[in-house]
């Protein structure tokens, strides 16, 4: 329907001398957010000034020019003041919505809004030799979708992990390892990996003298000083990435490239040098640093005293290489709101080394999240490690599912469990707005009812086993009744995805789809309630519109990385 507003756009103001492309148009095109001031409205401010028109000149010219031609799909169209304000036909719109989605399935609400982009996004960035923990949950649900989203739209997109496989936290875990458990054999496990980093930082807040060891460990590592150590680091490096591979599959996520502090550190160096002979960087009581007091932005430090490198090194070198390789049109890092500071002082330093892509990046920083009984309980000290809460989570899940289907099979039982527990997991890290801090709780996260991630993938299961009491029905063609509220309802919410999917991606933010989804579940559940399905007069009409829900649905959680169940 939008672009039948458009078409008629178009004609019109061709004839004004105004040849506008259609997605020129679609940009100006607005979704009130009030239903009484129309579907789609037009704000002529714009066009006005080109027509050399007052904008309300220009909206009444349009309404004229419009006439009545197009009742078949509007009941109405409006002037208010400078907009010309649409108002669908509902018969119209609910016929025109099913066949689109319907014949376009998953691919409804796709568009080329950042066709021909190549963005990267990078997200998750956990360290070896330390826990995948809550935060690192929320940063890869969050880039993940974006990664979809972007996707989505148009862009090619290339998922970005990039990994701290060297460095302090690296040199104590080795530390800890060959002083203290020297004869323990390695495991392929996250949480036994997190383990000897922890037991390190807890001897060293005991003893603080024994930082000059790891200090040493760490001016070794990397180098032909020591191969033994480098032999051990290159083995639990292994093990440590083979055990987060298991996490990202559960939690629907790939990625096309890693990188490596290991592999960025060396040219960190050289860009150091340039820096110090340019006088960007200046050494200061030994260690190299640059000053950005003047922009509000403090100090940033390059190298320590001892001559180690910081993250501020090592992130130059890697922002150099991803344009270097991949020639980005945009470069996107999804961090949690710790480093706001840190994205500021890089991307200013990359703007006085001129660097030529620094303008084409973006920080999507995210918040904290917390528990609303102070900590839960861990294995490995202050953070909460992943597969703590995951097995927490899959106890509550596994039990509601039991409740629901006693004789369901052990292998289908766990199916299920692993899908709703990460929905329930993914979902309230998706819902707020990155930026902001959350509360996770359990006990309303596995809540099969609500605004949760279980409550929505029962909405698709539910829609599922009404299709299948109507045996899968083909219908070729229906005839739209007299709606009921609930059915112009949620033919309207559908209507809105594409505009979702569009503001998502232009914002930068997946919590417009997470609400979206958890609106839409909640009209169809009162939608079907309230409507009939099989054996009523109107069920071709509602098996389409269930069938379109559905798709739409499916459509809508995908872009979160969350997974549909036909039974739950």
Known sequence: MREVVIEILRKILKEEKLDLKPEEIDKFIEVPSDTDMGDFAFPCFRIAAKLKQEPFEAALMIREKIGNFSKEYFEDIQTSGPYVNFFVNRKGLAQYLIQEVLKKKEKFGKNNIAKNQKIMIEFSQPNTHKSFHVGHIRGTSVGESLARIAGFCGAKVVRANYQGDTGMHVAKWLWCYKKYHPKVKIKKDEAWVASIYVDAVKRLAKDKTLQKEVDKINQKLGTKEDEELNKIWKKTRKVSLEALEKVYKELNTHFDIYFFESDVEKRGFEIIDKLLKNKIARVSQGAVIINLKKYKLGVWVLLRKDKTMLYSGKDLSLAEKKFKKYKLDRSIYVVANEQDLHFKQLFKVLGLMKFEGAEKLQHVSYGMVRFPHGKMSSRTGDNILYSDLLEKIKDRTRERIKERE???????????????????????????????????????????????????????ARACSILRKAKNKEIKSFEVPEMNPKEIELVKKLFKFPEIVSNSYNNLNPALITNYSYSLAKIFNEFYHESPVIGSEEEDFRISLVKSFKQVLKNSLDLLGIETLEKM
């Open 406 to 460: 006693e004789k369901i099979s052990k292998k289908e039982l766990e199916k299920r469990t692993l899908a709703i527990s990460i929905a329930a997991m993914k979902y309230p890290m998706l819902k707020q707005n990155s930026n902001k801090n959350i509360i996770f709780d359990i006990k309303e996260a596995t809540n099969f009812e609500g605004d949760t991630g279980p409550y929505i993938q029962y909405s698709y």
